[in-house]
């Protein structure tokens, strides 16, 4: 699933796949914005760990889950 990332006063979104579920990112950063957390921890499908203050969120745009198509043609 893609999770697009928009921090204030940087001037390019991050872009991350990740494994956890749409719902797991909402939790994340419900928590972060509610002050329950200072920070917000997402893992990249590589076991990349993202870390941003909280107080630097612009906005997050969590995206579906995205299944591979394997072959040329169009069906």
């Known amino acids: 699933m893609e999770v697009k990332i928009g921090v204030q006063h940087a001037n390019r979104e991050l872009v991350l796949e990740s494994e956890q579920t749409p719902e797991e990112v909402q939790e994340a950063v419900a928590a972060a914005l509610s002050g329950k957390s200072n920070l917000l921890q997402l893992t990249d499908d590589k076991g990349r760990r ?16 995205s299944i591979r198509k394997v072959g040329f043609g169009a069906i």
Request: aromatic residues 6%; glycine residues 6%.
């Open 50 to 65: 993202v870390i941003i203050p909280a107080d630097r969120l612009a906005y997050v745009e969590i995206g579906e889950v």
